[in-house]
């Protein structure tokens, strides 16, 4: 049964998420108290481990609103759970990249975002789909996708752990892993935006189509040669990557199950990806211009 809802905003903060700590986290409780006072549930903090069943119980007060601080794994999470019951998101930047906050709300700050709160209302966010989980950044497809559980060891004090997996990983980034259209390649990077919106590289003024980009690199100079192009904003003219507007992908691996990366996340491997850009969008809590 549902219980009444007591505040118009809720607040979470995933304290494990990227550079954020006990002392963010009390920060974020100070600006919620001068920002919206009553009008917000007191913060929840949990660990990652805790954060679904948090965001369960968060549900059952029906705010309009719940407020996340994290990175872009927490705000993904918040936005696949809470869009369903129709309660937006408010993704503060708490973590390293913090692409999702900033595609909703700029380059703006903390205390910015929660003071413009008030005035604002829910309005839709594109998403993807990768073999049914939902993304609201990048997903990602292919061996390099494992960098990231590299990242993960650092965070978590492990630097030998890390480097074994970035010396795996690297030696299978010049070999094709999975077919896509005829084209063999060894990794997918899908986003309901342009990726070069997506990821900083350019403005998210204009067009928003969604956007696939499959790549192979055969030898070392090609990859850097890439590198380049992607500084220079001219990478799809790479003889090597493939990138164009999709509806729907299917991916298929040549070697067994590939890493999937989703906001920033492990996913499942799979021997497969199938992209789906036509789904649900998100809701976020965007303030009035």
């Known amino acids: 049964m549902l219980m009444r809802r007591a505040a118009k905003f809720a607040a979470l903060a995933n304290v494990r998420a990227g550079i954020l700590g006990a002392n963010k986290t ?5 600006f919620l108290d001068a920002a919206l006072g009553p009008k917000c549930l007191p913060i929840t903090a949990v660990g990652p481990e805790r954060l679904e069943g948090a965001i369960e119980r968060l549900i059952l007060y029906r705010p309009e609103a719940v407020i996340v601080l994290g990175g872009d794994g927490t705000a993904s999470s918040a936005l696949r759970r809470l869009s369903s ?12 990249l913090n692409r999702i906050s900033k595609s909703v709300y700029g380059a703006a700050c903390i205390r910015d975002i929660l003071t413009s709160l008030e005035s604002g209302a829910p309005v839709p966010i594109a998403s993807g789909s990768i073999n049914g989980v939902h993304f609201y ?11 990231a559980k590299s990242r993960e060891s650092l965070r978590a ?13 690297s030696s299978t980034l010049f070999q094709p892993k999975f077919e896509y259209e005829g084209f063999q390649a060894s990794v997918a990077v899908a986003s309901p935006r342009p990726i070069d919106a997506a990821f900083g590289l350019a403005s998210a003024a204009g067009p928003s189509e969604p956007e696939l980009a499959v790549g192979a690199w055969s030898k070392p100079a090609q990859l850097f040669s890439f590198c380049l192009s992607v500084l ?16 729907t992908a299917s991916l298929r ?6 890493p999937v990366l989703i906001d ?6 799979s021997e497969f990806a199938y992209i789906e850009f036509d789904s649900e969008p998100g809701l976020v809590w965007r303030p009035s211009q």
């Not at 950044?137 to 960098?147: I, N």
């Not at 004090?157 to 990983?169: D, V, W």
């Open 232 to 247: 220079a904003q001219d990478w799809r003219g790479e003889a090597c990557v493939v990138a164009q507007s999709a509806v």
């Open 264 to 269: 920033g996340e492990d996913g499942p491997s």
């Open 85 to 96: 019951e129709n309660i937006a998101v408010v993704p503060l930047p708490g973590g390293s």
């Open 253 to 258: 691996s040549l070697d067994g199950p590939l």
């Open 157 to 169: 004090g492990q630097p030998l752990e890390a480097a074994k997996i970035f010396t795996e990983t």
């Open 26 to 30: 009390r920060r974020l409780g100070a």
């Open 137 to 147: 950044c990048a997903a990602g497809y292919g061996a390099p996708m494992a960098l």
